[in-house]
């Protein structure tokens, strides 16, 4: 969990260098769950959120765009990051 809080507060702070592992984390953590995989998209559900979250690994990085529509999604729900 601290790690998740380390990686949120970063993503909080406006970082744009992301690691891909590290926001496949942060997102697992706030509930969703990697539904299915098209080339090099990645696509995340969650049981209370209709839309999908869509994340790209480029180079290793997750792309910043995609970063602020999680947050984005995640401010509209309400979100927590859920207990380990």
Do not use: C, W
């Not at 990686?7 to 769950?33: H, M, Q, T, Y």
């Not at 559900?45 to 790209?56: C, F, G, S, W, Y």
């Amino acid at each position: 969990m601290a790690k998740l809080k380390k990686i949120l507060a970063k993503v909080l702070a406006g970082s744009k260098n992301i690691a891909f592992a590290d926001f496949v984390a942060l997102v697992e953590g706030f509930g969703f769950r990697l539904s299915r995989t098209s080339g090099s998209h990645h696509i995340f559900i969650h049981p209370k959120v209709k839309e999908l979250v869509n994340m790209q690994n480029v180079n290793g990085q997750v792309k910043p765009y995609q970063i602020r529509q999680f947050m984005e999604l995640v401010e509209r729900y309400a979100l927590n990051l859920e207990k380990e």
